[in-house]
């Protein structure tokens, strides 16, 4: 799949990466790795093989991507529901 990406959002991306490794928070992960994938070209099936989701969900995850830009990680950056009282 080609899709043309600036380099700042490269950029970004790789920053969003690391962050999401550090939280240790792996739904975020897999979406920005998807992301970072696609931007370097990679093709849908390999991307989908390699986060372990479906095809269709890389397609809806990049069609998200394109409409929020990185508005719609923010909701992925959580660190669980905290503790009990």
Same mark, same amino acid.
């Given at each position: 799949? @080609? #899709? @043309? ?5 490269? &950029?970004? #991306? *790789? &920053?969003?990466?690391? $962050?999401? +490794? ?5 739904? %975020?992960?897999?979406? !920005? #790795?998807?992301?970072? #994938?696609?931007? +370097? *070209?990679? @093709?849908?099936? &390999? $991307?989908? *093989?390699?986060?372990? !989701?479906?095809?269709?969900? !890389? =397609? ?5 991507f394109?409409? *929020?830009? =990185?508005? +719609? %990680?923010?909701?992925?950056?959580? @660190? ?6």
């Open positions: 799949m @080609k #899709l @043309k990406v600036s380099k700042e959002t490269v &950029k970004r #991306l *790789e &920053k969003e990466l690391k $962050i999401a +490794q550090n939280m240790n928070n792996n739904r %975020l992960y897999r979406r !920005v #790795l998807a992301m970072s #994938l696609i931007a +370097q *070209e990679e @093709k849908a099936e &390999k $991307i989908a *093989e390699i986060v372990n !989701v479906s095809i269709r969900t !890389v =397609f809806r995850w990049l069609e998200r394109m409409w *929020e830009r =990185f508005n +719609q %990680l923010s909701n992925y950056h959580y @660190k669980g529901r905290g503790r009990k009282p």
